[in-house]
Structure formats: structure tokens, C-alpha cells
Nanobody, 128 residues
Framework: VQLQASGGGLVQAGGSLRLSCAASGRAVSPYAWAWFRRAPGKEREFVAAIWGTSDAVFGDSVKGRFTISRDNAKKTVYLQMNSLKPEDTAVYYC???????????????????????WGQGTLVTVSS
């Protein structure tokens, strides 16, 4: 399975962007998706995850501003980012997993090592 993220770019603070990540090489859409980001000089950070029908969880720094959705027919996940801040500047990576979560899905979905696939990332730059 290959993941291709797109939609990044330069936006002013307060603006919006929508990232997309499409999966190819598999007939069925992944069970779970997630977005992580890495800002310059910082550790990788969990952003959002979605699994099953529409269960979702968000990182504290993006709650209330970002939403995540999926289109199984297109094997694509979306990250709608609103009210962007300069501190949202980062490379955003999408991750995907085929199998269902065994236990504690809300915690498991935030762990990058529990995903099977990840993409190359798309750069989001928010200017002040």
C-alpha cells in the first residue's frame, strides 16, 4: 500500500487548508487513518485519527480547529484545518492501518508504531 498526501501550502494565520491522503495498491480502504506532524526542531506530534465508521480523536493542540474525515470509496482521508496558527507549521504525514484496534482504540490510534503504512508528507506553512 502506498499513501500519497497532498494539499499542503502557504497560508496566513487564521486561514484554512484541507489535506488529503490517498491509498493505492489495496482494494479495500484502510481501517484506520491518522495524521502526524513534525515541526522544525521538534518531535513528531499526533494530530488526528479516524477509524471504523467515524470514531475520531484529536491532539490537544488542534481540538476544535481541525476535523478528520474519510471516503472509503476513494480510499482517502482528509484533514480540514481551520483557524491555522504559525505553530501549526510542519510537515504533515498520513498513516494507515488495515487491522481493527484490539483494545483501547483511543490510545492506540495515537501511536505511530501501530500503523502499517505512512506517506512522504506534505508541508504546511502558516505565516503570521
Amino acid at each position: 500500500v502506498q499513501l500519497q498526501a497532498s494539499g499542503g501550502g502557504l497560508v496566513q494565520a487564521g486561514g484554512s487548508l484541507r489535506l488529503s491522503c490517498a491509498a493505492s495498491g489495496r482494494a479495500v480502504s484502510p481501517y484506520a487513518w491518522a495524521w502526524f506532524r513534525r515541526a522544525p526542531g521538534k518531535e513528531r506530534e499526533f494530530v488526528a485519527a479516524i477509524w471504523g465508521t467515524s470514531d475520531a480523536v484529536f491532539g490537544d493542540s488542534v481540538k476544535g480547529r481541525f476535523t478528520i474525515s474519510r471516503d472509503n470509496a476513494k480510499k482517502t482521508v482528509y484533514l480540514q484545518m481551520n483557524s491555522l496558527k504559525p505553530e501549526d507549521t510542519a510537515v504533515y504525514y498520513c498513516f494507515a492501518r488495515n487491522a481493527r484496534w484490539v483494545d483501547n482504540a483511543r490510545w492506540a490510534s495515537t501511536q505511530p508504531k501501530l500503523y502499517n503504512y505512512w506517506g512522504q508528507g506534505t508541508l504546511v506553512t502558516v505565516s503570521s
